[in-house]
């Protein structure tokens, strides 16, 4: 290897970072419009924040991260002020609201669209770039602001095609947690650590089980790697409870039925616990006045959600119908999204009670579910491409392209230098549907040859035979130039 290839730069993509393609992109854009479209039917209005915030505006509530810099990417300006990417949409959305407070008309209903960043460890299907789509309501304390964006969250799912009966958007209050962490003797500042140890164990109880869930809130659990992840210390007095609670969704889902519980009556002395409930049978009256049954929405007291700073309700909204992966297993996608009451987080800028509810969509994830009940963008087809056959003719060939540009039709010339050929190849790899072809026989009759390389590629099938194939020429057609536009619309028209 010469010293030449070894000062190479290696062109490589960064750890936990993934490039994306047309296809994935036109199936991005059709998804983000439909979640776009049902917002706005709701009365929310969009918004956008920058991808930087300070990082003291962030917060510390990244789950399993114990300083904003360890969950973050972060960076110092030239003042030596620390700025980081923003980890979640919610929290730019706080210092937005709280910074225009006064200019606001509250409540504020508003939605936000794009990338966020983790600075986590990367593994399969965890990325530090992932796209969310959220909404949020700020300056409402009414639990109807969280019952609307649980019916949301259920019309936005079926808008994108997932029928009743495959997703369920559970919802639960944390509220409730809290005044039973507070019986079992994790309440005040001094357990405010091991609090959410205890949530950040139950909110992996999909993943974990219970039995998982049941180690990390004891001594710690050690996954299939070989890690070891300490736990909050409960005994075993500590954790029946929290168990007793999480195992509730597979006795009873409704609200009335749960307050029966036995466990129930032991936490009803609590006010954070009777005040939790209370919102729940409140919003639990509120979704099914307005028509949304329990095959949509449903109670749920395992769900948690992993972040710190959510006070009050909390809701996910989860896939229920199941895939076969590469190797033939049963996978199902889980949750998509989620989100919950957080009044203490623009508070943390104003001093003052700031209520306000939010929901968020994992884009990427959806597009994934979507894409395997067959419900994704097909990949876009390319432009039509006006091959130069002869490069003295070039502004012959821009004509030809604009013409068709000024009727609403993509198009380009190739650039390269290579024969025909080679071009008709660089048109099928760029998905182009038609060639526009135009020698200097067609030129002089006033002529141009089109090819639908759609229909091309299909009767090419049915023809073993090279000579024969070259003979039929299958989906070439030579028409008068004054009728080029009309004829590569009517090709067009094949596939839209």
Do not use: H
Not at 10 to 34: C, N, W, Y
Not at 78 to 101: G, H, K, M, V
Not at 447 to 457: A, I, N, P
Request: proline fraction near 5%; aromatic fraction near 8%; glycine fraction near 10%.
């Amino acid at each position: 290897m010469s010293a030449k290839d070894t000062n190479r730069l290696k062109a490589r993509l960064a750890r936990g970072f993934i490039d994306r393609g047309p296809a994935e992109l036109a199936s991005t854009r059709q998804m983000v419009d439909t979640i776009r479209r049902t917002y706005e039917l709701w009365g929310f209005e969009a918004l956008e924040t920058p991808f930087v915030e300070y990082t003291d505006a962030l917060g510390k509530f990244l789950p399993d991260q114990d300083r904003p810099n360890e969950g973050v990417f972060s960076f110092q300006d030239d003042d030596e002020q620390w700025l980081s990417l923003r980890y979640d949409l919610t929290a730019p959305l706080a210092r937005y609201a709280a910074e225009n407070w006064d200019r606001i008309a509250k409540p504020f209903r508003t939605y936000r669209f794009g990338p966020v960043f983790r600075n986590e460890k990367p593994g399969p299907g965890r990325f530090r770039q992932f796209l969310q789509f959220d909404a949020d309501t700020v300056g409402a304390a009414s639990v109807l602001a969280d019952a609307e964006m649980c019916m949301m969250a259920a019309d936005t799912l079926e808008a994108l095609g997932i029928p009743r009966g495959d997703y369920v958007i559970k919802v639960n209050n944390r509220k409730i947690l809290d005044g039973l962490m507070e019986a079992i003797g994790l309440g005040g500042e001094e357990n405010a650590g091991k609090r959410l140890i205890v949530l950040r164990a139950i909110d992996k109880l999909d993943r974990l089980g219970v039995e998982g869930v049941k180690l990390l809130l004891g001594p710690g659990r050690k996954d299939e790697s070989g890690d070891f992840t300490k736990g909050a210390g409960l005994d075993e007095g500590q954790i029946r409870p929290l168990v007793f609670l999480l195992e509730t969704t597979s006795l009873q889902r409704d609200v009335l039925g749960f307050l029966q519980f036995p466990l129930a009556g032991r936490f009803t002395e609590s006010p954070i616990f009777s005040d939790g409930m209370q919102e729940l049978l409140k919003i639990e009256e509120i979704i099914r006045l307005s028509g949304y049954g329990p095959d949509r929405i449903r109670i749920d007291p395992s769900v948690v959600r992993g972040l710190e700073y959510y006070t009050g309700p909390v809701y996910e909204a989860e896939l229920t119908f199941e895939v076969k992966d590469e190797d033939g297993k049963p996978i199902r996608f889980g949750s998509v999204g989620g989100g919950g009451r957080y009044d203490g987080l623009v508070a943390r800028f104003r001093g003052e009670a700031a209520p306000a509810t939010g929901f968020s969509i994992g884009v990427s994830r959806l597009q994934a579910a979507l894409q395997a009940l067959g419900k994704g963008a097909a990949e876009p087809p390319g432009p039509v491409v006006v091959l130069v056959m002869d490069k003295e003719r070039t502004a012959d060939y821009l004509a030809l392209a604009r013409t068709l540009r000024e009727a609403g039709i993509a198009a380009e010339i190739y650039l390269g230098s290579s024969g025909m050929n080679a071009q008709m190849k660089y048109a099928d790899r760029r998905r182009a549907p038609v060639a526009v072809i135009q020698g200097s026989n067609e030129k002089e009759a006033g002529e141009v040859t089109l090819k639908d390389l759609v229909l091309g590629k299909e009767m090419s099938k049915k023809i073993e035979d090279r000579a024969a194939w070259t003979e039929e020429r299958p989906g070439q057609v030579t028409v008068k130039q004054a009728d080029l536009v009309a004829t590569v619309q009517e090709m067009l028209a094949r596939y839209s």
